[in-house]
């Protein structure tokens, strides 16, 4: 990819919940925008999608779909990402996908610009967005882990719907109104039981280690991000009735020793991150409040009870911004940061 003054730009999976966003981040945070380009399955070819103003009318995802285009942002699901990417990328366009298809491949960079900008190489052709619930936990985890060396990390989530898409957040409100009214609750579609009022230890499927997909990720993508094997994480990942944001409670053990106090410095100077934490006035992170801002949101830090050189913490951020849509273009602004100089 060359410098531009302005670029071609594909957003796959426009019509989804992270691909809408994705248009609206762009235009947000004034992205260089040549043209734009909004492409989606046949389902949804012809639907219009608002972008600085005026419509603009979503085409079918085709072979041809990338000529002419310099940035593509997928957002289509992991399968649509294994097969048009490479096809992407024989354009001369540069890919930035969101799905799972490519993080663990080796020699693709994955990304979170707050922590590891310099793993994103020379070879500019396919880049990562990772897992949401680990792009949080990572921004969280970057500072302490290059002051005081993480050796163990011990995490459980509480999602929210939205990521499992647009028919998960519809099937939680129809849930909830269902049992408000005292209705029987229709066909369950996205989850394999109620997600209305109910909690499920269950995202993703069930590997034969006893782990969810969805935990083997975090495990994975935490040691790639912060470009450390040695690091040793446990994850439980749950999904909860919650339409926006998610929400994670993290352990942290680290090598040298740390107070509470200094964590909290530490996080409140770095990139990205905004500490809450006053428990005497009950402020602390919410997902109803980090829902439609960019930012990581930390509070109740504070000593582990049981370790010396531990803390634990509680971290928040919206999975549709900061987790997808919103990391996808900042790895855009990178990218042509890089490509300019």
Not at 52 to 60: A, F, L, M, P, T
Not at 89 to 118: F, Q, T, Y
Not at 258 to 276: C, D, N, Q, W, Y
Request: hydrophobic letters at 40%.
């Amino acid at each position: 990819m060359n410098k531009k003054e302005n670029y071609e730009v594909a957003v796959v999976g426009a019509t989804g919940a992270v691909g809408r966003r994705m248009l609206s981040t762009l235009e947000e945070r004034d992205f260089p925008v040549a043209g734009l380009t909004a492409l989606a399955s046949a389902r949804s070819a012809g639907q219009t999608l608002q972008y600085q103003g005026r419509s603009i009318e979503v085409r079918q995802l085709s072979e041809d779909s990338f000529r002419g285009i310099d940035i593509a942002l997928f957002s289509a699901g992991g399968a649509v990402s294994r097969q048009y990417a490479p096809i992407a990328v024989e354009s001369g366009c540069v890919v930035i996908d969101n799905s799972s298809a490519w993080r663990m491949e080796k020699g693709v960079p994955l990304i979170v610009p707050e922590v590891n900008p310099d793993a994103l190489g020379d070879k500019l052709e396919i880049i990562a967005n990772p897992n949401c619930s680990t792009v949080q936990m990572v921004v969280a985890l970057k500072p302490i882990q290059d002051r005081y060396r993480i050796r163990r990390v011990v995490v459980s989530t509480y999602q929210s719907v939205s990521g499992s898409g647009q028919k998960a957040i519809k099937e939680l409100e129809q849930q909830s109104r269902a049992v408000l009214d005292g209705k029987p609750i229709e066909k369950k579609k996205v989850y394999p039981h109620q997600i209305a009022f109910n909690c499920l230890p269950h995202i993703d499927v069930f590997l034969d280690n006893g782990y969810s997909k969805e935990e083997m990720k975090m495990v994975n993508e935490t040691r790639k991000i912060l470009g450390d094997e040695s690091i040793e994480v446990s994850p439980t990942t749950v999904r909860v009735p919650v339409f926006y944001s998610h929400s994670e409670a993290v352990y942290v053990e680290t090598e040298q020793p740390m107070t509470a106090e200094e964590i909290k410095k530490l996080l409140s100077e770095f990139p990205g991150v905004r500490v809450v934490d006053v428990p005497e006035k009950n402020e602390y992170p919410l997902a109803v409040e980090a829902t439609g801002k960019g930012e990581v949101v930390v509070g109740r830090i504070r000593k582990d009870l049981t370790r010396e050189n531990a803390i634990n913490f509680w971290v928040v951020s919206d999975n549709l911004l900061k987790g997808a849509a919103l990391n996808t273009v900042q790895i855009a602004e990178l990218l042509i940061r890089r490509v300019s100089s």
